[in-house]
């Protein structure tokens, strides 16, 4: 079956580390996104990539980073730099524009204590 | 700056009854809208879209509506059932821009 797997599920980091959430896809898909849900708010894009070796800041880049090395991979590294890392964390992907619709992952939670 | 604004954090209805969810939105560049559906610790999924060319869209029980004039959309679910409780996300997109509104949740009671 076709899909997006992040990994892993929860995951807790003293502050001041770095930790890096995977995201994984078999869809063949071309563009691939991350996105923070926090309370109350709606989703905000950290990063996006269109093609492999190439990606962009979204809404929310500051003290994130990301790779697009492999087409199916997109992974996400939460560095010390950010202020507030505690959130649960989406991944998508799309084949293409937007406007079809994204196939998101299950999203990773990241609780940093 | 939210683009996509949803104003009701939350929604209850009873079953077989109509739920209506809301939608706004500021840039008139968007041309594709989306309905996605969330279940706790889950990622959402796509229900429904509906392109800036049309002003209605019907999938089974799940009908949107756009008004472009008064940029609004709007989610029609007929009949709800209990299954339909969730958290339902609106999404505005132009390309490769997709913006989410903060979600309600739905509560459909039997």
């Known amino acids: 079956d076709g899909g997006i797997t992040q990994s892993p599920k929860y995951l807790f980091r003293k502050e001041g580390q770095n930790v890096t959430l995977s995201c994984e896809q078999n869809?063949?898909?071309?563009?691939m996104y991350w996105y923070r849900q926090d309370p109350g708010q709606g989703l905000r894009l950290i990063y996006y990539?269109?093609?492999?070796?190439?990606?962009q800041k979204g809404d929310i880049a500051e003290g994130y980073s990301v790779s697009r090395e492999k087409k199916e991979s997109f992974p996400l590294t939460v560095t010390s730099a950010q202020k507030n890392p505690t959130a649960f964390y989406l991944c998508?992907?799309?084949?293409?524009?937007?406007?079809?619709?994204?196939?998101f992952g299950s999203g990773t939670r990241l609780t940093v204590v | 700056d939210q683009q996509v604004k949803q104003n009701s954090p939350s929604l209850s209805v009873q079953e077989g009854r109509i739920s209506i969810l809301n939608c706004d939105y500021t840039?008139?560049?968007?041309?594709?809208f989306l309905w996605y559906k969330k279940y706790p610790a889950e990622g959402p999924t796509f229900l429904i879209s509906?392109?800036?060319?049309?002003d209605k869209n019907e999938d089974g029980r799940f009908t949107v509506f756009l008004n472009k004039s008064a940029k609004h959309l709007s989610l029609h679910i007929v009949p709800s059932q209990p299954g339909d409780s969730a958290v339902y996300f609106c999404?505005?997109?132009?390309?490769?821009?997709?913006?989410f509104g903060a979600g309600t949740r739905l509560t459909v009671k039997p």
């Open positions: 998508a992907s799309s084949q293409g524009v937007s406007n079809y619709g994204y196939t």
């Open positions: 869809l063949n898909h071309d563009a």
């Open positions: 990539s269109q093609i492999v070796n190439d990606f």
């Open positions: 840039n008139s560049m968007f041309d594709y």
């Open positions: 509906i392109s800036s060319i049309k």
């Open positions: 999404a505005a997109s132009g390309g490769y821009d997709m913006r």
